[in-house]
Nanobody, 127 residues
Framework: QVQLVESGGGLMQPGGSLRLSCAAS????????MGWYRQAPGKERELVAM???????????NIAESVKGRFTISRDNAKNTWYLQMNNLKPEDTAVYYC?????????????????WGQGTQVTVSS
């Protein structure tokens, strides 16, 4: 079993930046892909960015079109931690952000196939 703990959310003005972190513990060997989803009030959970744990030629990412060019996902395998750098934040980025991990190593699978989820961190973008 994998435990995920997010940090780094908060309130930011439009155009600002935040960095989210997700620290994993437990059965780390079962984490083959990791990343972020978000859920705004009244909306379904949606993909933000995912990345494989592998840092070699098998590495892959999946980034939502709505955040491409503004958000960057990265990982530090030595620390069992991954990050979401969010730049040029917009009000529509306001949501609860969840880190997630799956053992399949697939960055394109549906959210219900993820085995591990964090409890979420609120990101609010408002002036």
């Amino acid at each position: 079993q994998v435990q995920l703990v997010e940090s780094g959310g908060g309130l930011m003005q439009p155009g600002g930046s935040l960095r989210l972190s997700c620290a994993a513990s437990g059965s780390i060997v079962s984490v083959a892909a990791m990343g972020w989803y978000r859920q705004a009030p009244g909306k379904e959970r949606e993909l933000v960015a995912m990345i494989t744990r592998a840092a070699d030629t098998n590495s892959a990412t999946n980034i939502a079109e709505s955040v491409k060019g503004r958000f960057t996902i990265s990982r530090d395998n030595a620390k069992n931690t991954w990050y979401l750098q969010m730049n040029n934040l917009k009000p529509e980025d306001t949501a609860v952000y969840y880190c997630a991990a799956n053992a399949a190593g697939n960055v394109f699978i549906a959210p219900h196939k993820y085995e591990s989820w964090g409890q979420g961190t609120q990101v609010t973008v408002s002036s």
